[in-house]
């Protein structure tokens, strides 16, 4: 089953999933499903709530949305722990916030050939953090799904969870 934040949508059989079919089960896509990202989600669920909606909302634009499928779900493909990076970080070495998409980048490039949108998407997926302005729509479309989908992986698990606890404790009165 693969599915994105608050979507019921069974991803796997979707036009969604036809333009990231050959990348998905790449075995280099596996490690990000045993990292924590976000607090509350893996890394690989983030990467694909970021390519789903930024893939239909590039769709609703009339962009392209197969770019921004591919980029979404290949822009945070690093290996790293962001806590551990940041605490043994020394004195000249860049930011978690502008190493990770370079990174990313390099890593990206060795699963798939990338358009120089697709580039640009993952590439400046942080901006306005890190300096350089986006090229295209699409990019500036990824760069505000991604912290969408931050603030949702936040915030959802906690919404939920209190409604069931809530709902729970309306049951016991019940009975
Ligand atoms: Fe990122
Ligand atoms: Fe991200």
Known sequence: MLKAICSRKELSD????SCVSDIITDSRLDPLKDI?????????????????????????????????????????L???????????????????????????????????????RERDMIEKHMWPVTRPLP?????????????????LELCVPKVTGAASAVGGMVRSMKR
């Open 14 to 17: 979707s036009s969604y999933y």
């Open 36 to 76: 924590t990202h976000h607090i509350c989600t893996t890394r690989f669920q983030h990467c694909v709530n970021v390519s789903y909606y930024s893939y239909l909302v590039c769709r609703k634009l009339k962009l392209d949305s197969r770019g921004a499928a591919r980029a979404g779900l290949l822009h945070d």
């Open 78 to 116: 690093f290996y790293y722990d962001r806590k551990e990076y940041n605490s043994s970080r020394i004195k000249g070495q860049p930011k978690h916030s502008a190493m990770h998409a370079g990174l990313a980048l390099r890593n990206a490039g060795e699963v798939t050939e990338l358009s120089s």
């Open 135 to 151: 090229k295209y729509r699409e990019t500036v479309v990824i760069t505000v799904i991604d912290k969408y989908c931050a603030v």
